[in-house]
């Protein structure tokens, strides 16, 4: 089987990894001529580690990012206070990873793209798609070099304004608000402490102002900062006279601004998310306001979902991807919405993020099910003691690209290649479980 992932951002290089390492015949081309090179989405959620875990480089990906920082608040230049987005929680057995981590997206492309070339295969800048044809049996694309290629699956994670989504003619639907134009990007700003946060406004309008997050690896923070004109300055000098408006003059002084973009809020959903034989995924499939930190994350988790489901290849399994992937990504717009909705209204709650933003809690059950752990939940961590006695978590034999088999004190033997036998009473509490049950894992971490 071969495919062909078009676009090599955050989601085209998970469906990347998890092909090639189900030793599926890949490639992963990119129009652009370069590596994006900006923080974008640096939000990284909970259930997104634990994606990153089983790809094989959250440690990578916790060494590099920092957690969600202090926010200093200033309102006419005075310190009126300091919060968080989310409070730290400490880990506990079936959750490794209850907090958020702040990781530039080109760093996280960057960790992704490594993984990906261990598996020999590296992105193809400046190729793109500019054409496609289907039948039952496979899939013809045109690339921007001129070449032709035949494969058996093709996959549109090539952005908002996906090329494969708009040639298949699947609608886009939602709203994109031109009455708010946000400047965002990446500076270096002398003067601020780069341990924490900021947020500078006036008293008289506390929820429009700038906001400065610091980013790990050197000495930039991520910035958002309100445009009233159409015609807004997006040069240093024009950011800088915002700085000043916002948090009074000489407080900071910017530098190495490396990237910049005027942002939109942009809240669409695509009505289908397959034609045949070609799949769309990420930003091809919905696009979200950052308030809530979830495009990326979502993106990543729609590779997650859909790998295995590609190497799969049966229809029963690949007809699951649109109503799992879809009902979820309206669900997350739902929330990215909502706070985007509190932000504009000045409601301070939009700074903070509730349980739904950390994406635990995804789930393809069925929502008249009201037991506590079904078909469809995120499988939890378990801590494990293994036949020799050590200490192993449940994640730990969950990495890989295979299904796992939960069997609770069996008193069978059995033939799966991941059968793991469970004794301990804390997995047991954790997955409700009785003697002699068994669950089935999917290879995406979920309750078959
Ligand atoms: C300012 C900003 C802040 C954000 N903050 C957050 C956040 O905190 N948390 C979060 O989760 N998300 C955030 N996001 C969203 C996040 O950046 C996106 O959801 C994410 O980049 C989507 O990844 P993707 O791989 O689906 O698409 P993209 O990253 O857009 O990648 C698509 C790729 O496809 C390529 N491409 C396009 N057309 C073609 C073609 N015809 N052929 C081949 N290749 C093509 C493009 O060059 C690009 O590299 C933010 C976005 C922005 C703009």
């Known amino acids: 089987m071969n495919v062909l992932i078009a676009g090599a951002g955050p989601t085209g290089l998970t469906l990347g990894i998890e092909l090639a390492r189900r030793g599926i015949a890949v490639r992963v081309i990119d129009k652009a001529t370069g590596f994006f090179d900006g923080s974008r989405g640096d939000g990284l959620q909970p259930r997104t580690l634990e994606v990153l875990e089983d790809l094989g480089v959250v440690d990578q990906v916790l060494e590099q990012s920092i957690a969600i920082p202090l926010m200093k608040i200033y309102l006419d230049g005075e310190l009126v206070g300091e919060r968080r987005m989310a409070e730290p929680v400490d880990p506990t057995p079936d959750i490794p990873y209850p907090n958020a981590r702040m990781l530039g997206q080109s760093r996280t492309e960057k960790i992704l793209r490594d993984k990906l070339a261990e598996y020999g295969v590296s992105v193809e800048l400046d190729t793109a798609i500019v054409g496609f044809n289907q039948t039952d049996d496979s899939v013809t694309a045109e690339l921007s070099t001129g070449e032709t290629v035949e494969i058996d699956y093709l996959v549109g994670a090539d952005g908002g304004r996906s090329f494969v989504r708009k040639q298949l003619g699947i609608a886009f639907e939602g709203t994109t608000d031109e009455s708010i134009r946000t400047l965002l990007g990446d500076v270096a700003a002398d003067g601020l402490d780069h341990e924490v946060g900021y947020w500078f406004a006036t008293k008289d309008n506390p929820m429009a102002g700038i906001a400065m997050t610091p980013l790990s690896g050197g000495d930039q923070f991520q910035f958002g900062a309100p445009l009233d004109a159409d015609d807004a300055d997006t040069s240093i000098e024009g950011l800088q006279a915002l700085v000043d408006k916002y948090a009074g003059a000489g407080t900071a002084k910017l530098r190495d601004l490396t990237w910049s973009t005027v942002w939109r809020p942009n809240v669409r959903l695509a009505a289908k998310f397959r034609v045949g034989r070609v799949f769309i995924a990420g930003d091809a499939a919905h696009v979200h306001p950052p308030t809530g930190g979830q495009g990326l994350n979502t993106g990543v988790q729609d590779a997650y979902n859909l790998g295995w489901k590609l190497a799969d290849g049966r229809e029963e399994v690949l007809a699951t991807y649109e109503t799992e992937r879809r009902t979820n990504a309206m669900r997350v717009l739902g929330i990215s919405e909502d706070l985007m909705q509190k932000h504009v209204e000045g409601d301070e709650s939009a700074m ?97």
């Open 352 to 448: 903070e993020r509730g349980e739904n933003t950390r994406q635990l809690d995804v789930s393809y059950r069925d929502p008249s099910d009201t037991r506590p752990l079904v078909s469809g939940d995120r499988a939890p961590d378990a801590p494990l003691v293994d036949a020799s006695g050590n200490k192993v978590r449940l994640f730990e034999l969950f990495r890989g690209p295979h299904e796992t088999l939960l069997r609770f004190s069996p008193t069978t033997p059995s033939t799966h290649a991941h059968a793991v036998d469970i004794t301990s009473p804390e997995a047991f509490a954790i997955y409700h479980a009785q003697p002699g049950d068994e669950i089935l894992i999917r290879p995406d971490g979920y309750l078959a």
